[in-house]
């Protein structure tokens, strides 16, 4: 079973920043594009940011356009590619689990069910 592993959650007070990682085994998802999810308690998960599989090109959620910043590193002379998401400017509603996830698309999507790997999340808590 291919698993996607994130790190780099934590508590943090609004105005200050994290940085989340996600491992992928290089060699399948090298090609894949891959993106950041969230969902918070109670809600629907939501799309947060999206990177092709060369990380040329990125989308953003509105909502944390300006703030969040996705990107990867394909170095094929390690075994493991990481994918990062840093956080600037957190807000208390920026709380939620971040699932990373990969598509075995080359171009990335918003959508969640293009998504074919997921990661078991990391908790991201933001006080006010």
């Known amino acids: 079973q291919v698993q996607l592993v994130e790190s780099g959650g934590g508590l943090v007070q609004a105005g200050g920043s994290l940085s989340l990682s996600c491992a992928a085994p290089?060699?399948?998802?090298?090609?894949?594009?891959m993106g950041w999810f969230r969902q918070a308690p109670g809600k629907e998960r939501e799309f947060v940011a999206a990177?092709?599989?060369?990380?040329?090109?990125?989308?953003?959620?509105?909502s944390v356009k300006g703030r969040f910043t996705i990107s990867r590193d394909n170095n094929k002379n390690t075994l493991y590619l990481q994918m990062y998401l840093q956080m600037n400017s957190l807000k208390p509603e920026d709380t939620a689990v971040y699932y990373c996830?990969?598509?075995?698309?080359?171009?990335?999507?918003?959508?969640?069910?293009?998504?074919?790997?997921w990661g078991q999340g990391t908790q991201v808590t933001v006080s006010s």
């Open positions: 996830a990969a598509t075995k698309q080359s171009y990335p999507s918003i959508n969640l069910g293009a998504y074919n790997y």
């Open positions: 290089g060699r399948t998802f090298s090609n894949y594009a």
């Open positions: 990177i092709s599989w060369s990380g040329s090109s990125t989308y953003y959620a509105d």
